[in-house]
């Protein structure tokens, strides 16, 4: 569910109650990892606009917490060289700005 109107209407229409409950964008959920090809990056850059604005559209039309989760793996070469670029690119667009609360889990 990647459209924040309907997310908005679900919550006013008491159907998604979110005192107890949680949305999750996951900008690193399988969906990204679709197939090769020229296509693959316009699908990649398609999601991440999708998700960027359910994002932003929740924290500020919407006034919802927001707390971004970023997961640091200490090993090298857990996450590719592509995955790092993309994780840069949400955080300075998306992650940071609209988030109230960050928590940093690293693998040690």
């Known amino acids: 569910m990647l459209d924040a109107a309907l997310i ?5 229409a008491g159907t998604l109650m979110l005192t107890s409950g949680v ?16 296509e693959a990056k316009e699908y990649e850059v398609d999601l991440i606009r999708a ?3 359910v994002a932003k559209q929740l ?9 971004y989760v970023n997961v640091q793996p200490e090993e090298e070469g857990v996450i590719s060289d592509d995955a790092k670029k ?5 955080e300075d667009q998306i992650l940071i700005p ?3 609360y960050e928590l940093c889990v690293k693998d040690e």
């Open 98 to 100: 609209f988030s109230d």
């Open 59 to 67: 924290y500020k039309d919407e006034g919802l917490l927001s707390v």
């Open 8 to 12: 908005r209407e679900l919550i006013r």
């Open 51 to 53: 998700l960027g604005s």
């Open 86 to 90: 993309r994780k840069r690119v949400i």
């Open 23 to 38: 949305i999750v964008l996951d900008f690193n959920h399988a969906a990204f990892h679709y197939a090769e090809g020229y």
